[in-house]
């Protein structure tokens, strides 16, 4: 089966966040300029992948993985998220991008849940991001929040499949996770969307093992619908908008940490108008290179998947962008290349400042793909900044 | 130096006794003033400290119809998007551990920064929000944690309503601001869910918090979306109301208190009065010669009112100090006071404001100039020939007495009028009070000529012709004996005053509490507000309670706060039993029919202060806030009740459980079986809920007893000022006589001159102001009448609703006498002492 890049990269990305909340970090402060808490941090990222895993369930073999039960949450895992990206066209085909994430993390080791004496007595900690790429007007929204898994304010359940954060929500009707809804708003911003799968799932890595570093355990459950038409609203600027366009639906759940060579990942999600999907992730290294446990999948039109690895794959920067405080540079152009596949594509950001300033900076954004094949899809970058050794910075 | 100023300094020093007494009048005048203002001051800042700040951003709030809301709204909220949000838990507990309360707040650490945000900013705080959202953790003050000896992973035990939590410390809080440091030093900050757990209230908050968009339609846009998402229960309300109420509570009480103070200064003033009249009097000769050499009148007055000004400004700066160390010890009084009645406060610093001493200062120096006005006026109103001979003085006040008592009439007269022609002015119950205090005082002169007249013949056959001359020195020294007696009468009627209105007072709730508790055991959770307790009996231990063998009847009642149309209103739900028309005495509304009623249904009974404070009775209809919206409730009776002067409205305990979700209980009576002792009962009820809530089991006697202690100790203030008001009055007395004495050197020396021995001479005197006494302490008596009459009719029933009885106890009046004669006794010693031991010769030498 496929390993999986994407499932590297936002299990990183969640094992930040709860080690986040975890350790407090001694940077937690609150701004009321803003309007919510936020948890802000000036960590790098391999700092704070230095986690505790006892306790928890670890991702050792593979499973079976068995539906609707699935789509729901994996408490005794300390990590999982529900993501999902889209390129969609608005009525007079401008280009919107969108990503929703909601992350669950275990405070607490399953064992040590508390009795609770409230509904808010909880040990699950509940994280999301919402993000627009507004294409015709080049502007980029993303919002964070975080909130209790307790009390009714946040959760997530397997039948009716649903996930929530406050009002940001993903949906299934009563059987299924789908049609999906996905809602969220904020702030004038907003997504009103219904996903329906056009291939069946892949499970990633080895049958759906995805391993994310050297040692048992080090490995999460992974995964991924490559491709949902989707269709909806979109409210950007005032406006509300009927879109249409295809999104990407990844489920991960794992307790797994980063290895303490490694600072951050490259991820590529990409659908190709030939109907092909393309996804490869490549973890950096404190020395700049490529980890040997980059991987990648290739989703034929008709849903066949083929792992790649990094022998498989070359990419290679073009250029950069750095971010309007001067504190983080990307890469934002690059060249993918899969010689098997006779892929060689030109990867570009709809417009570069794509980039998420919440607690953990990262870039994740809409690009444009030509070359072999034309396409669209999802970049996301961490790990640029926080450390001198940054390949590209 | 003008030779005027250099003959003024002169006089001043030359009594330096008289000067100093009077000083110190002054002195203690402004003291209690400015103490009671700086208590006051100080204990509502640290009320509105805290509360500002556990409010911080918030602009508006969403509060329950009771005390309590379903935290369902905040899901509601949250799921609307309506965000700022945060919702709060809060109440108090007591740390074990210096025996403090601390008033906890439970936040969502994940929403709450944008009302709270010194909440999280310490430098290096490493707030672990693991652990502070599933252990039971508590973050506290930095600089508390240091002054109680507390470092992060300490265990607290935290005690709230009678049972103990462990709490972990486990982070401190050190806000940026030193403002804000001090209002963070009584918080106790836990997560919701840990709040919910100590105060025993899982699936309910005690509000929520909203940040409103500051522009106005926006704000009304913003408003609007969050009442379409409220339930019929749920309230919303501006966060700045909460402050307002809490000071609405204590303003009766605190203004009570300061025209208490009033008193003193009051006094003080005829002290002032008293010397300056006496130095005027004193310098007749030198004043006329002066005049002679052509020293015009004004340069006279303000001569005069130049030495009072001295004597005001070093009073009153003595007065500023004094008035700062006694409000170091008043404010705890103070706040153990507003505990006990309405809210709880902790005060743990005297804020002092430079507008309260500033204000102290005027009131001392503007009380002086103005006691100093009619003595200056004497000074310059009278020709030059006859300033210079005091006799004609003292005729002519002999002969103008009757007058002023006219005056003083009409005065007191006016004061009456004052109370009819207004209802509810508490102020204008003062101003009539001080109308007759002074109208009194002018009559002071024709009584005592009266009274000396009267007593002459009795004195001389028990004293002879020393007890003919005391009386008659009394009347002939009127300029000074009149003031003298004045200033005491006055002093000791207000000490009539206020003992007979707390007598009365105490008599009323006594009778009061025999009355309505007639059950055998009364059983409450410890609460840190006496009066207004809502705490809850926990659910288990109520349940143990009422199943204890020999138990015969069982009531509850809880106590919550609810909205009503009015305002904020204390609310009581009973359970009603067949003794209870007895227990609760109806003024208005027949229990006939009011009971059935309320058994029924939507119908409550006010207490006479709730009645009062809102101007509702029977037949008026009350607008709740419930859980199903707003309710309507008819008025059937309005009962006594001087449990607490914001009032009640009562319920029957099953039309609350209509309206209301709460099932909580804030307290339990029971009737013991005919064949079981109550001291048993009680026994076997400790023991059914050993290791449990530590509620508290009290007998019938045992609560009464402690209600009473409770009253008298928030009368402690009010009786403190009493005896400060006498002391000024004491010092007035000393004063007057003192200056009596120096005054009369030379009749003394005559009277030695023509045979009389020392000791005669000093009996004399001992006679003389024994004789002063008693005529101060007999006028006091009516006067002390009047004023306990005005203070228990018309200022308390104006500040709080209350029909006292007026009961007048002999024990006060006696004391009132024998405190008289005893102080002008004492206060004739020296000045006796002085005169007895003096050569006539010398005092001879005068002229």
């Known amino acids: 089966m496929n390993p999986s890049p994407m499932s590297r990269s936002r299990l990183l990305l969640a094992g930040l966040f709860g080690l986040v909340a975890l350790l407090g970090l001694g940077a937690y402060w609150l701004t009321a300029s803003s309007g919510e808490a936020e948890l802000q941090t000036s960590v790098s990222v391999s700092e704070a992948m230095a986690g505790d895993t006892t306790g928890y369930r670890r991702a050792t073999a593979p499973r079976a993985f068995t539906f609707p039960d699935d789509y729901g949450p994996h408490p005794g895992y300390k990590t999982e998220w529900w993501y999902v990206t889209g390129t969609l066209s608005g009525p007079d085909a401008q280009p919107y991008g969108y990503e929703l994430t909601i992350f669950r993390t275990g405070l607490t080791p399953p064992d040590e849940a508390p009795q609770p004496p409230s509904d808010w007595r909880t040990n699950q900690l509940y994280l999301a991001h919402f993000a627009v790429t507004d294409g015709a007007n080049e502007k980029f929204h993303a919002f964070e929040r975080f909130q209790r898994g307790g009390a009714g304010l946040a959760g997530a359940q397997a039948t009716p499949f649903r996930v929530w954060l406050d009002d940001w929500s993903m949906a299934g009707p009563d059987s299924s996770a789908f049609p999906l809804r996905l809602r969220a708003q904020q702030e004038g911003i907003g997504v009103d969307l ?200 | 130096m003008t030779l005027l100023h250099r003959s003024s300094r002169r006089y001043l020093t030359r009594h330096p006794w008289l000067m100093g007494l009077s000083v110190l009048g002054v002195a203690i005048g402004v003291a209690v003033v400015v103490a009671i203002d700086l208590a006051n001051t100080s204990a509502s800042r640290a009320f509105e400290l805290s509360a500002e700040t556990v409010t911080g951003a918030a602009t508006h709030q969403v509060v329950g119809a009771g005390g309590a809301l379903d935290d369902d709204v905040y899901r509601r909220l949250r799921a609307a998007g309506l965000r700022p949000s945060a919702p709060i838990v809060e109440g108090y507990g007591s740390l074990r551990r210096g025996d403090r309360t601390f008033q906890v707040v439970g936040i969502d650490p994940l929403a709450d920064a944008p ?119 749920a309230q919303l309300r501006r966060s700045d109301t909460r402050t307002e109420t809490v000071a609405q509570m204590t303003k009766a009480f605190d203004l009570n208190l300061t025209a208490l103070s009033l008193l003193a200064l009051i006094v003080g003033a005829f002290l002032i009065y008293n010397t300056m009249t006496f130095s005027v009097v004193q310098r007749r000769a030198l004043i006329g010669r002066l005049r002679a050499l052509g020293v015009t009148r004004g340069e006279v007055f303000r001569l005069v009112l130049g030495e009072a000004a001295v004597l005001g400004v070093v009073g009153s700066g003595l007065g500023l100090l004094l008035g700062v160390v006694l409000a170091s010890g008043l404010v705890q009084l103070l706040a153990q006071t507003i505990n006990d009645l309405y809210f709880v406060v902790e005060v743990s610093e005297l804020s002092i404001s430079a507008w309260t001493l500033a204000k102290g200062a005027l009131l001392g120096v503007g009380t002086t100039l103005a006691a100093a006005l009619p003595p200056a006026q004497e000074a310059t109103a009278a020709s030059v020939s006859t300033v210079l001979r ?125 009355q309505s508790l007639q059950a055998d055991v009364y059983v409450q959770p410890p609460s840190l507000v006496f009066r207004r307790s809502t ?181 402690t203030i009010t009786t403190v000022l009493r005896l400060l008001a006498i002391a000024v009055a004491f010092i007035g007395v000393l004063t007057a006589l003192m200056a009596l004495a120096l005054e009369r050197r030379r009749e003394m020396g005559v009277l030695r001159a023509t045979g009389m021995t020392p000791p005669q001479v000093g009996g004399y005197l001992t006679l003389q102001s024994s004789l002063m006494g008693a005529i101060a302490g007999i006028l006091s008596l009516p006067l002390g009448y009047v004023l306990a009459y005005v203070l228990v009719f018309v200022i308390n029933k104006r500040s709080f609703g209350w029909t006292l009885q007026l009961t007048v106890p002999s024990d006060v009046l006696v004391q009132s006498l024998v405190l008289a004669v005893v102080a002008a006794f004492l206060a004739g010693l020296y000045p006796t002492w002085r005169m007895a031991r003096s050569s006539p010769a010398l005092a001879l030498q005068d002229e």
């Open chain 1, 194 to 393: 219904s996903l329906r799968p056009t291939k069946p799932r892949v499970l990633q890595g080895d049958r759906g093992l995805s391993q994310k570093g050297p040692g048992s355990g080090n490995a999460s459950y992974y995964y991924s619908y490559t491709r949902l038409a989707t269709e909806g609203r979109l409210v950007v600027s005032g406006d509300t908008l009927s879109v249409t366009g295809n999104s990407w639906m990844d489920r991960e759940w794992s307790t797994s940490a980063l290895g303490p060579d490694q600072e951050g990942w490259d991820w590529f999600s990409l659908q190709l108008d030939d109907g092909r999907d393309l996804m490869y992730y490549q973890l950096r290294r404190t020395d700049g290179t490529p980890s040997r446990f980059s991987e990648g999948v290739i989703v034929g039109p008709n849903g066949s998947a083929r792992p790649l690895d990094r022998s498989d794959v070359s990419v290679e920067v073009l250029d950069t962008w750095t971010s309007p405080d001067g504190t983080h540079t990307y890469p934002v152009d690059w060249t993918l290349r899969v010689p098997d596949e006779d892929i060689d594509l030109r990867v570009t950001p709809l417009f570069p400042d794509q980039e998420l300033d919440v607690s953990v900076r990262y870039w994740e954004g809409f690009v444009r793909v030509k070359g072999s094949a034309s396409g669209r899809g999802y970049v996301e970058m961490t790990g640029y900044g926080d450390s001198p050794g940054s390949p590209v910075s």
């Open chain 2, 115 to 233: 009302f709270r945000p010194y909440l999280g900013t310490g430098a290096g705080s490493d707030l672990d929000l693991g652990t502070f959202m599933t252990d039971d953790t508590a973050l506290l003050s930095a600089r508390t944690a240091e002054a109680l000896g507390l470092a992060s992973g300490d265990t607290l035990r935290v005690d709230i309503e009678g049972t103990t939590h462990a709490v972990v410390l486990s982070g401190l809080i050190s806000p940026q601001n030193e403002r804000t440091r001090r209002a963070v030093a009584n918080l106790l900050v836990v997560d919701v869910s840990t709040a919910q757990r100590l105060f025993d209230q899982a699936g309910t908050l005690s509000r929520i918090d909203l940040l409103a968009p500051a522009e106005g339609s926006a704000q009304r846009a913003y408003l609007d979306r969050v009442r379409e998402v409220l339930p019929d229960g």
């Open chain 2, 390 to 514: 005091r006799s004609t003085r003292e005729t002519t006040l002999r002969r103008r007495a009757p007058g002023w008592a006219g005056v003083g009439l009409l005065v007191a007269g006016a004061g009456s009028l004052l109370l009819l022609v207004t209802e509810q002015s508490i102020w204008a119950g003062y101003g009539a009070l001080f109308c007759v205090l002074v109208g009194t005082a002018f009559m002071i002169p024709w009584a005592v000529v009266g009274l000396s007249n009267g007593v002459r013949p009795l004195l001389g056959r028990v004293a002879g012709v020393i007890g003919r001359m005391a009386a008659r020195g009394v009347v002939t020294n009127l300029s000074r004996t009149g003031v003298a007696i004045a200033a005491l009468t006055i002093a000791i009627a207000a000490t009539v005053g206020v003992g007979v209105m707390i007598d009365s007072f105490r008599g009323t709730v006594t009778n009061w509490l025999e």
């Open chain 2, 535 to 715: 705490a809850t009996i926990d659910s288990t231990v109520a349940r143990r309670l009422r199943n204890v063998e020999g138990v015969k009847g069982a009531y509850s009642v809880r106590r919550v706060t609810v909205q009503a149309d009015v305002g904020r209103t204390d609310l009581v739900a009973v359970e009603p039993g067949p003794e209870t028309a007895d227990v609760y005495q109806l003024k208005a509304g027949s229990p006939e029919s009011a009971w059935p009623a309320v058994r029924a249904g939507p119908s409550v009974l006010v207490s006479e202060p709730y009645s009062y404070r809102y101007d509702v009775g029977v037949g008026d209809t009350l607008r709740l806030q419930t859980d199903r919206g707003q309710q309507a409730f008819a008025i059937k009776g309005v009962y006594y009740d001087y449990g607490s002067d914001l009032g009640v409205t009562l319920m029957s305990r099953s039309t609350y459980e209509q309206y209301y979700d709460d099932r909580g209980v804030s307290g339990l009576a029971f009737a013991a079986a005919d064949t079981t002792s109550v001291d048993a009962l009680i026994a076997d009820m400790r023991t059914s809920v050993a290791g449990l809530q530590d509620v508290l089991i009290r007998s019938n006697r045992a609560l009464r007893e402690t209600s009473m202690r409770v009253f008298d100790r928030t009368f």
